[in-house]
């Protein structure tokens, strides 16, 4: 493996993105004419065993520190290797509107290895295309390689960039069921006829993979966030106070993203059986 950070720069005619090996790690897109719609902070932070922040995140194969029991359980890294590790550049699969990157469990340290929920010996290997156009399509596909069901956790934990998360409203999650992870046990809530919105801390784990908007007043724009392959929708932004204590974030730049991800946990965790595969797809687009 290629331990070096190195960042991809694509512009086509369509849109801007910048990827990076480590995480395969789309760092942020514009379609053409349009401000930035996957968000960035102002300083991105590249250390060998530490995440990104910001862009999209690849969680796997545990979300937070993973579930196993019907309990919140204790894996280490935390959200999962994916995103801490140097992915493979696939040169070949590669153009200017499509990037490719792959990643094989006989690279991952045996001591990661054994929390998988399903056996501590996972075969797989994981491929992850980014199609950068007027649309952003992200597509996780993890193979099964071996002779038993690999049980996983999966998130594409996008940030999206808005003028202001206390003005911004998730539609299409109305009446959807919830775990609100904000408050003690996680206990189940349902979501009523109105829109999500963000004033204090807001981590939620919906029931649902509807087709989302996300409405920005302020930057006056609409982002459409579909998926397929996913059971379920995280919404979270930490808010003012969590937010200004994230250390690779500057004072209040919380404010400037909502991160809507595709999601497969807890109760929806994936089961691949053996030689068989499971994709997890994210696409966003703009309207105004
Ligand atoms: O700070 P990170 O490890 O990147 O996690 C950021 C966030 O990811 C997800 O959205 C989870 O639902 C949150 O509970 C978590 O705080």
């Given at each position: 493996m290629n331990n070096t950070f190195t960042i991809r720069d694509i512009v086509n005619e369509d849109a801007t993105a910048s990827v990076s090996d480590y995480g395969a790690h789309v760092l942020s897109w514009a379609p053409a004419g349009e401000q930035a719609v996957v968000w960035r902070p102002k300083a991105i932070y590249l250390k060998e065993g530490t995440a990104i922040r910001g862009g999209v995140p690849i969680i796997f194969p545990w979300f937070n520190s993973g579930f196993e029991g019907g309990h919140v359980a204790s894996k280490t890294p935390k959200h999962g290797f994916a995103r801490n590790s140097f992915w493979h550049y696939d040169e070949e699969g590669s153009s200017d509107v499509l990037l490719r990157y792959t990643l094989d469990?006989?690279?991952?340290g045996a001591d990661i290895l054994s929390q998988f929920v399903s056996g501590p010996n996972p075969q797989f290997h994981a491929v992850y295309t980014i199609e950068v156009g007027r649309e952003l399509t992200m597509s996780l596909t993890v193979y099964n390689d071996g002779d038993e069901p690999l049980s996983y956790e999966e998130a594409l934990h996008t940030y999206l960039q808005v003028g202001d998360a206390e003005q911004s409203q998730v539609c299409g999650l109305e009446g959807a069921d919830y775990l609100d992870t904000v408050l003690d046990g996680d206990p189940r809530c349902s979501q009523g006829d109105e829109p999500v919105t963000f004033q204090g801390m807001v981590d939620r784990i919906y029931y649902s993979a509807d087709t989302l908007e996300l409405r920005d007043p302020v930057l006056q724009r609409t982002i459409i966030v579909a998926k397929q392959g996913a059971a379920q929708t995280v919404v979270w932004n930490p808010g003012e106070q969590a937010g200004n204590a994230i250390g690779d974030l500057g004072d209040g730049e919380w404010r400037g993203c909502v991160c809507v991800e595709a999601v497969n946990n807890r109760d929806c965790a994936v089961v691949v059986p053996p030689h068989d595969s499971h994709t997890l797809q994210q696409t966003l687009a703009v309207k105004h």
């Open positions: 469990s006989s690279e991952i």
